[in-house]
């Protein structure tokens, strides 16, 4: 019966901050002890900025990037039906791009031609993409992989070349590298099957020596 009384107070007691009671017995006795504390001061709630609707469930974690071109913010995303999203920052889907397979990993911002322009680089199972702002393809990519991808792309300087490179593992149990415009890397000698890579390759250093873990 008490519980049900508590039931039917939650609506005040959800404006406490702090609310404790005791109750106990003994000495032939029964002793109550009630503390409850109520800020004045309210707090500050979570406003909406602005929502849009997508044409199915977003699948990805969205990319927050910004524009260096023109300075402003964009959410970069897809959905389950493998529809790419570019969305500004009032809300505004910029545009929207189908590809045929869901993304793998995560999305990286680049700078392709070190020019000061942005590309969104990512792979599906089967390809290498690489797109400009406008939502248009990238030089020649998509680029088809060697084998099914079983894990997302890294993006790294790994070779201290002062260019980034793009690592993948396939279902073949190979590892391949390229460089950031889609060629294969150059000087890339590792030719050993491995395992299955499910995670993304991580570049280490220890004791001024470079891995790939």
Same mark, same amino acid.
């Given at each position: 019966?008490?519980?049900?009384?508590?039931?039917?107070?939650?609506?005040?007691?959800?404006?406490?901050?702090?609310?404790?009671?005791?109750?106990?017995?003994?000495?032939?006795?029964?002793?109550?002890?009630?503390?409850?504390?109520?800020?004045?001061?309210?707090? =500050?709630?979570?406003?909406?900025?602005?929502?849009?609707?997508?044409? %199915?469930?977003?699948?990805? =974690?969205?990319?927050?990037?910004?524009?260096?071109?023109?300075?402003?913010? &964009?959410?970069?995303?897809?959905?389950?039906?493998?529809?790419?999203?570019?969305?500004?920052?009032?809300?505004?889907?910029?545009? =929207?791009?189908?590809?045929?397979?869901?993304?793998?990993?995560?999305?990286?911002?680049?700078?392709?031609?070190?020019?000061?322009?942005?590309?969104?680089?990512?792979? %599906?199972?089967?390809?290498?993409?690489?797109?400009?702002?406008?939502?248009?393809?990238?030089?020649?990519?998509?680029?088809?992989?060697?084998?099914?991808?079983?894990?997302?792309?890294?993006?790294?300087?790994?070779?201290?070349?002062?260019?980034? =490179?793009?690592?993948?593992?396939?279902?073949?149990?190979?590892? &391949?590298?390229?460089?950031?415009?889609?060629?294969?890397?150059?000087?890339?000698?590792?030719?050993?099957?491995? %395992?299955?890579?499910?995670?993304?390759?991580?570049?280490?250093?220890?004791?001024?020596?470079?891995?790939?873990?």
């Amino acid at each position: 019966d008490f519980n049900a009384l508590l039931g039917n107070g939650e609506t005040i007691l959800n404006k406490l901050t702090t609310f404790s009671l005791q109750y106990s017995n003994g000495n032939g006795a029964f002793n109550t002890t009630v503390q409850a504390l109520h800020e004045m001061e309210k707090v =500050k709630g979570v406003d909406l900025v602005w929502s849009v609707q997508l044409d %199915t469930v977003s699948r990805k =974690k969205p990319l927050l990037l910004m524009n260096p071109e023109n300075k402003r913010h &964009y959410v970069f995303t897809q959905d389950e039906s493998n529809t790419l999203y570019l969305i500004d920052e009032a809300g505004n889907i910029e545009w =929207k791009k189908r590809i045929a397979e869901p993304v793998t990993g995560d999305f990286h911002l680049v700078d392709a031609n070190k020019n000061g322009d942005a590309e969104l680089l990512f792979n %599906t199972a089967s390809q290498l993409y690489l797109l400009d702002m406008n939502g248009n393809n990238y030089g020649n990519f998509p680029i088809r992989l060697p084998s099914q991808a079983t894990n997302g792309i890294t993006v790294a300087d790994f070779d201290h070349s002062g260019t980034e =490179k793009i690592l993948v593992a396939c279902q073949n149990k190979m590892i &391949y590298a390229y460089e950031i415009n889609g060629k294969p890397m150059s000087g890339w000698s590792f030719s050993q099957p491995v %395992t299955d890579v499910t995670l993304p390759v991580l570049p280490v250093s220890s004791k001024e020596k470079d891995y790939l873990l």
